[in-house]
């Protein structure tokens, strides 16, 4: 069963902490991406991959990190740094090079305070 | 980042009647717009996508057409049903995908 995979569904953390998003995709695609989506808001682009052990950071990257080890995967960390962390946060992957029909996860909908 | 806007935010249809959403975007070297639907809960959903050398396309009870003279494109759902309800994104592509705040759509049975 191919698709793309977020874990957790849900997250709650305390102010201060790091926390880090899985993203896992089967589908043997190359570029990877992470999105943000706060209500009334369409989606913005937090970091992006094109390739294994290469990424670029997106319209809103400040606060975050990521990681390319493998292809299958593109983890987020939210961290301290990140003053409204508090979102919906959507991974996001794609066949080609560039950003053409993207497939997302699930989603997981992190809740600091 | 270039923007796109989406109207309406919100639309409600009875079933069987159609709806439209329009975006309009300001990158003249956008030549990609997909249309995604989101339930409540999930990951946006690929629904249907038009290319810059295409002026319309369909898909069953779905079609979207482009102008890209004046810059906009709409997504058409004909015979609506409930479970089309759902909110629903367009976006525009050139070098990075840009996204639309989105219309939530309610079919009322």
């Known amino acids: 069963d191919g698709g793309i995979t977020q874990s957790p569904k849900y997250l709650f953390r305390k102010e201060g902490q790091n926390v880090t998003l899985s993203c896992e995709q089967n589908l043997n695609h190359d570029a990877m991406y992470w999105y943000r989506q706060d209500p009334g808001q369409g989606l913005r682009l937090i970091y992006y991959?094109?390739?294994?052990?290469?990424?670029q950071k997106g319209d809103i990257a400040e606060g975050y990190s990521v990681s390319r080890e493998k292809k299958e995967s593109f983890p987020l960390t939210v961290t301290s740094a990140q003053k409204n962390p508090t979102a919906f946060y959507l991974c996001a992957s794609s066949p080609r090079d560039g950003p053409y029909e993207q497939y997302f996860g699930p989603g997981t909908r992190l809740t600091v305070t | 980042g270039e923007n796109v806007e989406q109207h309406p935010s919100t639309l409600s249809v009875q079933e069987g009647d159609s709806a439209v959403i329009k975006c309009t975007y300001s990158?003249?070297?956008?030549?990609?717009f997909p249309w995604y639907k989101q339930e409540l809960g999930k990951g946006p959903q690929l629904i249907i996508d038009i290319r810059s050398n295409v002026g319309e396309k369909k898909d069953q009870r779905i079609a979207v057409t482009l102008n890209k003279t004046a810059k906009h494109f709409s997504l058409h759902i004909t015979e609506t049903q409930p479970e089309d309800s759902a909110v629903y994104f367009c976006a525009s592509i050139d070098r990075d995908m840009r996204f639309g705040a989105g219309t939530r759509l309610t079919v009322k049975p």
């Open positions: 991959s094109q390739i294994v052990n290469d990424f």
């Open positions: 990158d003249s070297a956008s030549n990609y």
